[in-house]
């Protein structure tokens, strides 16, 4: 289980712009839910997310996975058991490395490198069949610089390389915001396949009320830093578009936008 407790986050402290984002914000998340965020720009969804990771430090408070506290962890200690797909396509891979490289970098996580090659061809085979479960043919470009492929190819890349290792949580971060509609779809659709066939927790932040609402078994919505709709189960698979859409418009009003 995930656990935000208490958290306060307060960007440009003293300043005239100061913001207040996180007031004593509060959040679990059970082991295997895959929790779709959503909320207008400034809501506090991306900020959460890297709080979690340790991107960004926090004030005060405390962050738990399985009961013990990462808070005080930089991010490269807890991406040992996180995996995180960016929005940008070029973000999380080397783009003048091969993919087989890639792959390789990403397959080592966690462990130390010594003077041995960064490569090991023994898992040549497994690197194929994970890229052959995407149904993309991608399998056959090991030896392809990642520059080379298309965008929605690299984020599939990306998928595979963010749960190659085990995990305890995958962050999703916009990550199909920068693609096109009909590439956006085959990703949503193997970031789905993944997360179940996986049994990973995972945290989805999207503009897309489509996908919140599709996918995932929770949706939450956000605004200024707190938590203004949470359905799960039976109560979030009976949720529309247009009741999500609705609080949006109901939010701009009130915020006079």
Request: charge should be neutral.
């Amino acid at each position: 289980m995930l656990e935000v407790r208490d958290i306060c986050k307060t960007y440009n402290a003293g300043a005239v712009t100061e913001l207040r984002l996180f007031d004593h914000f509060s959040l679990s998340v059970d082991d295997g839910q895959f929790v779709a965020i959503v909320g207008s720009n400034g809501s506090g969804k991306t900020s959460l997310l890297n709080l979690i990771c340790g991107s960004i430090p926090a004030d005060s408070g405390d962050i738990l996975v399985g009961g013990k506290s990462i808070v005080k962890l930089p991010d490269y200690q807890r991406y040992i058991t996180m995996g995180r797909v960016y929005q940008n396509p070029a973000s999380g891979t080397c783009p003048n490395l091969t993919m087989l490289e890639n792959l390789s970098l990403a397959d080592n996580k966690g462990r130390s490198y010594g003077l041995t090659r960064g490569i090991n061809r023994r898992r040549v085979d497994f690197y194929r069949s994970e890229l052959a479960s995407l149904g993309l043919g991608l399998e056959d470009k090991l030896n392809v610089k990642m520059g080379s492929l298309s965008g929605g190819q690299r984020q599939a890349v990306a998928l595979v390389m963010a749960t190659m290792t085990p995990l305890k949580f995958l962050i999703l971060d916009e990550h199909t915001a920068a693609l096109d509609p009909k590439t956006a779809e085959i990703i949503m659709q193997l970031t789905d396949k993944v997360v179940r066939e996986k049994q990973l927790t995972a945290m989805m932040v999207t503009h897309n009320l489509r996908y919140a609402v599709e996918y995932g078994d929770r949706i939450l919505m956000m605004n200024h830093g707190h938590v203004v709709l949470d359905k799960a189960g039976e109560e979030k698979k009976n949720t529309s578009i247009d009741e999500i859409l609705g609080m949006f418009n109901k939010i701009s009003i009130e915020c006079g936008n």
